[in-house]
């Protein structure tokens, strides 16, 4: 995941309709915390605890934006090189995916950009070309 401007965060986060993040507290390297941002940040059925930034290092994190009704784009899917392949990014996107499987109604859309081969396929995400490309602009 690129760097993201200080403003850009602070306008975005909050507008996201669910945002995971691991955090890495003494004794649990994984934990992780959920829920929608500016809200009671509780688990969220991520897990049976709860955990906030105060905590520790924020070591991995994932969210969703879109309308809450056709469109949900997974997006700011991360996870610190020192704590990769050990699942983490999976349990990010598992807790996502049972968001959007709760909250979505039937026929919604759920997109991203994949930026790792083979592990959002291994979740159940599929291309969409040759039917559509994805494409991007940047503001500068």
């Known amino acids: ?7 850009g965060v602070e306008r975005g986060l909050p507008n996201s309709l669910f ?3 691991a955090v890495d507290t003494e004794g ?6 959920g829920g929608k941002p500016g809200v009671d940040n509780d688990t969220a059925g ?3 605890r709860t955990t906030s930034v105060d905590d520790g290092t924020v070591v ?4 969703v934006v879109g309308d809450g ?4 784009h997974v997006c700011d899917m991360a996870v610190h090189p020192d704590h990769q392949r050990r699942g983490l990014g999976r349990r ?9 499987d709760d909250d979505a109604p039937s026929g919604a859309y759920v997109n991203l950009i994949a930026d790792v081969d083979g592990f959002y396929e291994r979740a159940g995400y599929a291309e969409t070309r040759p039917a559509s490309k994805g494409m991007y602009r940047r503001v500068e």
């Open 1 to 7: 995941m690129s760097e993201r401007p200080r403003e």
């Open 19 to 21: 945002a995971v993040r």
């Open 28 to 33: 649990d390297p994984d934990a992780l915390g």
């Open 46 to 48: 991520v897990d049976d």
């Open 60 to 63: 991995g994190m994932g969210r």
């Open 69 to 72: 009704g056709s469109v949900y």
């Open 92 to 100: 990010i996107l598992d807790a996502i995916d049972r968001f959007v």
